[in-house]
């Protein structure tokens, strides 16, 4: 990747926690551009329901504009209780399907990886989750959520809905080759997961990774249906290593590999164009439940700063440096609230985040 001297980052911290925790990581940024002595420009935006309340749109064109112009995007969360009640058009969702669709961000990269020290955080047995360290690759602006949708009362006088599930092989291969790509740096195994038993989109999918695979002959590339994947997931999942699969299973399947981690205030998740743009959020929502307490875990949204320092911004030793950091933390023995065995002895979103920085300065740049 080109090593550039200044980047700019679009910032939407969004709704709920979004911006107490997207604060953290904003110093992280910030800290890193200081000790690297790289500049990195920081612009903010609105998304979501506070997009909403302002601009009366969950996706206000200024934010766009922002996002445009920048290397990257951080994102927090959206949505929250006031605006649930809301028609599709205006609900903070639809702030961040549109994002998607008008960035492009085509791969959406969560991984799930368990970390030693917090084993016991799993529902599972620890034996079942200990090494767990996968990833799924999931197609992010395709499928049944962008298909046409209907309503429409049927000759019976009954109300009909459709949701059109559709994917052209070109957006099928693009998303393998992204999966394929990324297996080739990992165990070199790619499961690409589909309900072909079923779906005709599943089975032009599962011919489409079967071509591209012929490019990958040193990746091991296997099928498995949905049904089993989710059963797989939480019997052996520590079979898997990436996995790829169209938007709505990876939707299911990308929350059931974030639990078996137990932590879901720890995962960080990257959605990437064509190139190095990408946005990066953290995988949890807006917990609207905690919003304003100073108490969510920030930890998230730092390590989504580290996936794109590491693949928008190409500063890979920024990115070891940052992940270093946090997991130094931990095994510190530091813990918020949503990880800690003890709650009493939680810390809040400011003080997880200083810990962070503080290991952060000692890291010595080359
Ligand atoms: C996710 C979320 C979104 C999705 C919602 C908020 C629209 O669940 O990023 O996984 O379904 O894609
Ligand atoms: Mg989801």
Redesign the pocket.
Known sequence: MEKKKQYTIAVLPGDGIGPEIVAEAVKVIELVARKTGVTIDVEYGRIGGIAIDTDGTPLPEQTLEITKRADAVLLGA??GPKWDQNPGHLR??AG??GI?KALGLFA?LRPATMHESLVDASSLKPEAVAGVDLIVV?E?TGGI?FGEKKRYTAADGGEVAEDLLIYHEAEIERILRVSFELARKRSKRLVSVDKANVLESSRLWRKVAERVGADYPDVELSHMLVDSCAMQLVRAPKQFDVIVTE??FG?IL??QAAMLTGSIGMLA?ASLAEGSFGLY?P?H?SAPDIAGKGIANPLATILSVGMMLRLSLGLDEAADAVEKAVWSVLDAGHRTGDIAADKSQALGTVEMGKLVLAELEKWETA
């Open positions: 959206v949505g903070p969702e961040l399907l998607r959406n999931r992010l959520y938007n709505m939707d990308s929350d998740s959020e995988v929502g």
